[in-house]
């Protein structure tokens, strides 16, 4: 049988974080982090790029939860990972109650510095009841 999801902060599918008791969503949001500098700006961009593939419980009332998992081809030697980077959000989902229902992919090629090609996979994950 899944477990379900730890209680913690999460996306809650609307973009902002909220508290998950472990059953239920709360009425308790996190107020996002203030952006004082360059590196503030930084920071925020690089969450924002792996906020997509966070795991998570789908938001109240809804069955199915999306997750956008963006893949990078290695620029210089082989293997990139993705395929471990795919098992992890799949599993992770499927520990608390879901099951992959549809991926789909869309591909992009970088010619510039630390290029490499990009694969966008969006996975929607159905609750299991």
Request: aromatic residues 8%.
């Amino acid at each position: 049988m899944a477990k379900a999801a730890q209680p913690g902060w999460y996306d809650d599918g609307s973009g902002r974080q909220r508290w998950w008791d472990g059953q239920q969503w709360s009425d308790r949001f996190q107020d996002p982090e203030p952006i004082n500098s360059p590196g503030d700006l930084i920071e925020h961009i690089k969450a924002d790029a792996v906020a997509g593939a966070q795991p998570r419980p789908a938001a109240k009332g809804m069955s199915y939860v999306v997750l956008q998992v963006v893949l990078k081809e290695k620029f210089f030697g082989s293997g990139s990972g993705n395929l471990t980077e795919l098992e992890h959000a799949i599993n992770t989902q499927a520990a608390m109650g879901y099951r992959l229902h549809t991926i789909t992919t869309a591909a992009s090629g970088s010619k510039g510095m630390g290029g490499g090609d990009r694969i966008q996979a969006t996975l929607v994950f159905e609750k299991l009841v």
